[in-house]
């Protein structure tokens, strides 16, 4: 955050102008899956909420998805990309 240039981190929520909370959604599968009707499973994504402190208002949300991977190292790069995507998409908000 501080590499941004437009941050100062502190060490208290009450001290801070904005809050930025990172979730992890793992949604179930469909409740009807067979493929050969269209049926997708859902990918897990990272969403990034930006909202004022003071009047809790959400001022942006970002989301980017996790793509699926058989193997655990392929899963791990595809988790890091999906981090690095959502920062990207967070420089891009900050140099508005």
Known sequence: MKSLGRFELVGDSAE???????QLSAPNGPANADKQKDAS??????????W??????VL???TESIDRA???KTH???FDDAI???VKDLKKVVSL
């Open 16 to 22: 801070a102008d904005l809050v930025l909370e990172l």
């Open 41 to 50: 499973d859902p990918l897990p994504m990272f969403r990034l909420v930006i």
């Open 52 to 57: 004022d402190r003071k009047t809790h208002y």
């Open 60 to 62: 942006w949300a970002l």
């Open 70 to 72: 058989a193997l655990q």
């Open 76 to 78: 791990d790069r595809n």
């Open 84 to 86: 690095a995507a959502l």
